[in-house]
């Protein structure tokens, strides 16, 4: 049943926070604020107070906001264990496994290294939605700055088998050049062609292409559905000189 209402709120150039909340207990959780302002803005005119800040990795974009946020609501900070050394604040280390509460929903912990060694996820079963940070984005994937491509190929494969309807909230608004770059390896694929008039068409509108739908990106997203590690090396490598 899903129950957990979610917002993505703009954060720098094109970040993404996503805000939790859990109605029948108000509780209320922040994903990766790259900034504290912006959450701010939203939680006060809500009248929403803020309970746990959850980090997928290290990144400035994604925890420069902790500190600040921590300090005027008392939030719990939670991230990868694997980080606590480079994690501003953190109150609760976090392993592949683990569960986590927001409220009445639970999200189980998925390590997905790639984009960072340490890098999480936060899969709410009950509520279909996926926060993958800067692991999986819609029509992409994230660099690897840190891991190597057998790492990402195998964090994109614990998302595979998640069920289609699995809402995926990433970390960035890069939808549109990653479709790009999509469309230039794969100019056939009909359902990359739908993905993009629709992504054209939110961009056009100015609202968030995000969250996407798995089922989508298991169909239109190259990164996803490259066959081995070594297809997944070189779009990579591809898309990193694309422009
Ligand atoms: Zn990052
Ligand atoms: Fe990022």
């Known amino acids: ?18 805000l939790l909340r859990d109605p029948a207990t108000g509780t209320v959780a922040i994903v990766d604020p790259g900034e504290a302002e912006p ?49 501003p604040g953190l109150d609760r280390g976090l392993k592949d496994g683990d569960r986590i509460a927001v409220g009445n929903a639970t999200a189980v912990v998925i390590d997905t290294p790639g984009h960072t060694r340490g890098h999480i996820s936060f899969y709410f079963a009950g ?14 994937c994230g660099r690897l700055l840190e891991g190597t491509a057998e790492e990402m190929y195998a964090s994109l494969r614990r998302f595979a088998v998640l069920p289609p309807d699995t809402r995926v909230a990433c970390g960035h608004e890069y939808t549109l050049s990653n479709g790009r770059f999509a469309l230039s390896v794969d100019p056939g694929n009909a359902a990359l062609k739908a993905r993009m008039a629709e992504v054209e068409a939110d961009r056009a509108a100015g609202v968030p ?10 169909a239109a997203n190259p990164f996803l559905r490259a066959p081995d590690v070594a297809t997944l090396a070189k779009l990579r490598a591809a898309k990193d000189d694309f422009r």
């Open 209 to 218: 292409t995000l969250p996407a739908l798995l089922g989508d990106e298991m």
């Open 39 to 87: 959450v701010e803005k939203v939680l006060a005119a809500r009248g929403h107070g803020l309970d746990l800040i959850l980090i997928t990795h290290h990144h400035g974009d994604h925890v420069a906001g902790v500190a600040a946020l921590k300090a005027a609501h008392g939030a719990a900070v939670l991230g990868p264990a694997a980080d606590s050394h480079r994690l």
């Open 127 to 140: 509520d279909a939605l996926l926060l993958c940070g800067d692991t999986l984005f819609s029509l992409g």
């Open 1 to 18: 049943m899903q129950a957990l209402e979610l917002t993505a709120i703009p954060c720098l150039s094109d970040n993404y926070a996503w």
